[in-house]
């Protein structure tokens, strides 16, 4: 039998800081879900977590369970990052930070990944799994209308400034 000093139990129960140095984060919300995408820079593996809870900096992190991450997956592993081509050629490589519907469509808010910036581009999906494919929402009356929506949903995590 090993003796355990006093110290290593206290090292043993508190929680570890776990970090990936060599992968990307990325929260995101499946409607009312909030989730956490870790992107491995080999062979782009990625694992998803349960985001519990949330205090400071600190993540809560669970397992989804199985069939409630084949779903996640399904629904957004072909659309979680992307690339948006601005007028003039200059691609804009976004990551998604909601999935969401709006009546009988279905919407995600994009964020720019590596950047500052804190505009959301809102994209309509449509079709379904390895069929989907990506609108901007140009029109000024559903973009107004996807905003309202989204901030009546997410208005205690994003603050949107005019």
């Known amino acids: ?93 976004l990551a998604l930070g909601t999935y969401f519907p709006v009546d009988d469509a279905t919407y995600g808010a994009y964020y720019e990944r590596g950047t500052d910036e804190q505009t959301l581009y809102f994209l309509r999906l449509e079709g379904e799994a390895e069929n989907v494919t990506l609108e901007a929402v140009v029109d000024p009356s559903e973009h107004a209308y996807v905003s309202k929506v989204f901030m009546e949903r997410y208005s205690d995590f994003f603050s949107i400034e005019n």
């Open 1 to 93: 039998m090993v003796g355990v000093t006093r110290e290593d139990e206290i090292y043993m129960s508190a929680s570890p800081n776990i970090q990936f140095p060599r992968a990307e984060y990325f929260p995101f919300f499946y409607e009312d879900t909030h989730l956490l995408y870790v992107v491995f820079e080999r062979e782009s593996y990625r694992q998803l977590y349960l985001i519990r809870n949330t205090a400071g900096e600190l993540l809560e992190l669970d397992y989804p369970g199985g069939l409630f991450e084949e779903k996640i997956r399904d629904a957004v592993d072909r659309v979680l990052l992307v690339e948006m081509e601005e007028e003039g050629g200059k691609a804009k490589h």
